[in-house]
């Protein structure tokens, strides 16, 4: 088995053009293999927090996987400690006026509509959207140290992603709940149990883990795996893709309230937030 830590140069000489990094700012590395879509997310220093030109990189990173014959499989992955913070608070407080054409909506709207299989490998912090992206993927695998959240209320924010509707769906109303408005961080043991990933292995196994699953899917009959994706979503796709935009206008609402801009303002003065004096 090759286990891929980083990318070599003949891994990068052989990306395509529309999945090279020349529009990003080189955060998404992105490379094709055997059949397989690599997509790294890699902007450690801030715990990979997903900006604008990454979700567009990602979305990009997608809709060439829908459009190339030669991609089986997309494998998504962070860093061996963070898999991603989930979206720059530092964005959200410099550029709250998002709308529905906004990058992140792109990227939500074309992960969920992704044809082909998506495996995810997460080690390290996953939070945010990072958690909510793993409800569309098809085989996810984490680390025993991974740590997840769900952090939406208590930034003054709200489930996105379609979570609102697939947590409950895969956790069942009650775990669901706990996660998404206590907001706490939570194990991977724990986000198993949830239904929300496939298996928890040993840190280190996690990527190895999960490229070779990735392997499995791209030598499989494509037409046939892409069949039966649609048609393990077929029936709740048209509910998804409404729970995504319902979410969608109340998270844009929400982020220009004065509670966000406290939650945003307290984490970058790297501060505890006082919600006290709003009703
Ligand atoms: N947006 C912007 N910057 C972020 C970030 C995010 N989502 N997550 C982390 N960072 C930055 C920190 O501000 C810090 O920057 P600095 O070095 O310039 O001060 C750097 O990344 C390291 O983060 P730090 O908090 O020191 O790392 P940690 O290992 O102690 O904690 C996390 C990691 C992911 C648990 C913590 O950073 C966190 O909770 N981040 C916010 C997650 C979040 O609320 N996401 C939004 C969901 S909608």
Not at 7 to 25: F, I, L, T, Y
Not at 199 to 228: E, F, I, T
Request: hydrophobic share 45%.
């Amino acid at each position: 088995m090759r286990v891929i830590r980083a990318w070599s140069r003949a891994d990068r000489a052989r990306v395509p053009p529309m999945a090279s990094n020349e529009q990003g700012p080189g955060n998404i590395l992105t490379a094709v293999d055997d059949g397989i879509l690599h997509v790294e997310i890699k902007r450690p220093e801030k715990k990979n927090a997903l900006t604008g030109a990454m979700y567009q990189a990602l979305a990009d990173a997608i809709d060439l996987a829908a459009q190339s014959a030669q991609i089986r499989v997309i494998l998504l992955h962070g860093q061996p400690d963070v898999f991603t913070s989930g979206n720059d608070l530092k964005d959200f407080l410099q550029d709250p006026a998002l709308d529905d054409e906004h990058v992140a909506y792109r990227f939500v709207r074309a992960i969920s509509r992704a044809t082909k299989p998506i495996v995810a490998a997460v080690n390290g912090a996953c939070v945010g959207v990072g958690a909510t992206l793993l409800l569309h993927c098809d085989l996810v695998y984490a680390g025993q140290g991974a740590t997840f959240a769900l952090p939406f209320v208590n930034l003054g924010l709200c489930p996105e992603a379609g979570s609102s509707l697939l947590l409950p769906l895969v956790a069942g109303r009650a775990r669901a709940a706990e996660l998404l408005l206590l907001g706490e961080p939570f194990s991977a043991a724990r986000a198993e149990a949830c239904g929300m990933i496939s298996a928890v292995l040993p840190d280190g196994d996690v990527l190895p883990h999960a490229h070779a699953q990735a392997r499995k899917l791209a030598a499989k009959p494509p037409a046939a795996l892409r069949a039966s994706k649609a048609l393990m979503r077929g029936g709740i796709a048209s509910q998804v893709e409404e729970a995504i935009r319902t979410e969608s206008h109340e998270f844009q609402r929400r982020l220009q309230s004065p509670e966000a801009k406290e939650a945003f303002a307290a984490f970058l003065a790297k501060r505890a937030p006082d919600f006290s004096r709003f009703a």
